[in-house]
């Protein structure tokens, strides 16, 4: 399974290749990832000249910041940031909100490809929702739903999101699309939005995605990482703010992070 990412993410070891053998992967494992390698090799060799591979996947967000050992401050701020290194209450690790990530192998796709973040009615006010909407650039989007949790329906307008943007600015207005096996991908509802939208799917087999999935082997961890640094400098500013601007300042290092990793 070779995939080539844009030009700006060079820091991604692409081609990706995996030696099943060597991490200690079930018999069974292998061979679905072999089918998978398959359907994925099928697709390529029945496509046109710079048909588009799309990687998408969900992580969640959550809107606490949990203590770090060592975390170093500058001594003028030392007695502002002690809320920060703080453990985090139950209700606060509860507070989450998703992020639906994309990756291609095209350079000039990914700028405009859709980066998805999904709050739900308690974390985000509608009142408060096309300001946060003003602050975002263009291809990164802010949904606010009854639930921070992807559903079918949800995810059906990730899938229109997401074949809108192809047919635009693909010449054949088509795409491979990679996903994990989490049950609502495998929905019929979400198997017929990818039908509609031209969006071929090969899925990565459970128990391989940390090995296979360029979103888990290759950006997650980085964004994350990223989010948590930007969240702190954020966070030393303001360490005890107050729950709505808390959401506002996850959602500002989140993009940063997204913008910095992808």
Request: net charge positive; glycine share 4%; aromatic share 6%.
């Amino acid at each position: 399974l070779a995939l080539y990412l844009p030009s700006r993410a060079q820091h991604f070891p692409w081609p990706h290749t995996v030696s099943l053998a060597t991490k200690g992967v079930r018999a069974c494992v292998f061979a679905e990832a072999m089918a998978a390698w398959q359907w994925f090799n099928a697709y390529r060799s029945h496509a046109h000249d710079g048909e588009i591979v799309v990687n998408l996947d969900e992580t969640a967000i959550n809107l606490g910041v949990e203590a770090l050992r060592g975390y170093r401050v500058p001594m003028a701020k030392l007695r502002r940031c002690e809320p920060v290194a703080r453990a985090l209450t139950l209700a606060e690790r509860r507070k989450t909100f998703t992020a639906v990530v994309m990756v291609c192998n095209a350079s000039w796709l990914q700028p405009v490809l859709p980066q998805i973040l999904i709050a739900n009615e308690r974390t985000v006010k509608a009142k408060a929702l096309a300001r946060l909407r003003d602050t975002l650039p263009g291809h990164v989007h802010l949904w606010r739903e009854n639930s921070a949790w992807i559903v079918g329906e949800v995810f059906e307008r990730v899938l229109d999101l997401l074949g809108g943007v192809v047919k635009s600015n693909c010449p054949r207005g088509r795409a491979i699309l990679l996903m994990d096996t989490s049950p609502v991908h495998c929905l019929p509802r979400v198997l017929q939005a990818c039908l509609r939208n031209r969006l071929r799917v090969v899925f990565i087999p459970a128990g391989c995605t940390s090995l296979l999935q360029p979103l888990d082997t290759d950006v997650f961890a980085k964004f994350k990482l990223q989010l948590r640094k930007n969240l702190h400098s954020i966070l030393l500013e303001s360490p005890s703010p107050e729950s709505r601007d808390r959401f506002e300042a996850v959602l500002r290092a989140a993009v940063a992070a997204l913008d910095k990793v992808l």
